[in-house]
Nanobody, 119 residues
Framework: QVQPVESGGGLVQPGGSLRLSCTAPGFTSNNCNMNWFRQIGGGRRDWVSWLSSDGDTNYLDSVKGRFTISRAPEKDTVYLQMNSLKPEDTATYFC?????????????WGQGTQVTVSS
């Protein structure tokens, strides 16, 4: 299985911005959709955002208007631009290809990238 690589996290003050990246080799050629999830401590992973292979997007209500998901297909990379960050956005962020059967089985969870929003 392929492990996506998430990056771009860090410590930011409330109101600040970060851009997360997720590189998942083959997700473009496999026509996968992409989800971003976040996890606080050892809790469950909660869905945050979705990008379809056709370019459709969807967001968790609490991040709508603040987060934007996009992609660079030539790089097999998906981005999550996070603006107006709040302390409650603090979590480890993960990406995961979904969709066609190959997208469900070819990838495993990556190590995530930690986002900490604090003054």
């Amino acid at each position: 299985q392929v492990q996506p690589v998430e990056s771009g996290g860090g410590l930011v003050q409330p109101g600040g911005s970060l851009r997360l990246s997720c590189t998942a080799p083959g997700f473009t050629s496999n026509n996968c959709n992409m989800n971003w999830f976040r996890q606080i401590g050892g809790g469950r992973r909660d869905w945050v955002s979705w990008l379809s292979s056709d370019g459709d997007t969807n967001y968790l209500d609490s991040v709508k208007g603040r987060f934007t998901i996009s992609r660079a297909p030539e790089k097999d990379t998906v981005y999550l631009q996070m603006n107006s960050l709040k302390p409650e956005d603090t979590a480890t962020y993960f990406c995961r290809p979904v969709g066609a059967p190959v997208c469900q089985t070819a990838y495993r969870w990556g190590q995530g990238t930690q986002v900490t929003v604090s003054s």
